[in-house]
T-cell receptor
Framework: DSGVTQTPKHLITATGQRVTLRCSPR?????VYWYQQSLDQGLQFLIQ???????AKGNILERFSAQQFPDLHSELNLSSLELGDSALYFC???????????FGEGSRLTVL | AQSVTQLDSQVPVFEEAPVELRCNYS??????LFWYVQYPNQGLQLLLK??????LVESINGFEAEFNKSQTSFHLRKPSVHISDTAEYFC??????????FGKGTRLHILP
């Protein structure tokens, strides 16, 4: 158990819909990262937050947004969903920026 | 911007044989380097890391990796693999206090 909790574990929805993925980092970790894992693209960095502030942005689509709340949990919002958004979305946390990452078990999103 | 290349998407190897998983990175500054392992249906977990100091780093389960600055490589090796090493292995790089970028992963298949 990494200490990082992601919900939901599985989500099935339709194209055009909006979903929210939630992540609770390890106790004491200030950094939260979001990654998208798909068979063809591998593990793609989406966005990073540090103590509530956006720290770095990767290949995150404009249809996607995220935030980190004062209690340090984070949410990833995916809207206007397309078939190609089907993937495993991982959250990871670390004590400091660019430190060892602790990954959650992921949220598997299926868009039909 | 940093990037990571894992040339081998899959590596088959017989049990008890040695294995090397290759990783090359590109960066214009000093970096931190990591290997993560993903067992089936699980999140990623840190295998080993190079932050500074000795260029040879080891994990508790027999893997080792050597940082080679001149060749910008961080290859992962194990002298004798076990069936339990079956997993996907990800190399990652961070430009110190910056986002962590992952390679596309290498699936290690252990043959009986």
């Amino acid at each position: 158990d990494s200490g990082v909790t992601q919900t939901p574990k599985h989500l099935i929805t339709a194209t055009g819909q909006r979903v929210t993925l939630r992540c609770s980092p390890r106790s004491g970790d200030l950094s939260v990262y979001w990654y998208q894992q798909s068979l063809d693209q591998g593990l793609q960095f989406l966005i990073q937050y540090y103590n509530g502030e956006e720290r770095a942005k990767g290949n995150i689509l404009e249809r996607f947004s995220a935030q980190q709340f004062p209690d340090l949990h984070s949410e990833l919002n995916l809207s206007s969903l397309e078939l190609g958004d089907s993937a495993l979305y991982f959250c990871a946390s670390s004590v400091w920026s660019a430190g060892e990452l602790f990954f959650g078990e992921g949220s598997r999103l299926t868009v039909l | 911007a940093q990037s990571v290349t894992q040339l081998d998407s899959q590596v088959p190897v017989f049990e008890e044989a040695p294995v090397e998983l290759r990783c090359n990175y590109s960066s214009s500054v000093s970096v931190y380097l990591f290997w993560y392992v993903q067992y089936p249906n699980q999140g990623l977990q840190l295998l080993l890391k190079y932050l500074s100091g000795s260029t040879l780093v080891e994990s508790i389960n027999g893997f080792e990796a050597e940082f080679n600055k001149s060749q910008t490589s961080f290859h992962l090796r194990k002298p004798s693999v076990h069936i339990s090493d079956t997993a996907e292995y990800f190399c990652a790089v961070s430009e110190r206090d910056d986002k962590i970028i992952f390679g596309k992963g290498t699936r290690l298949h252990i043959l009986p």
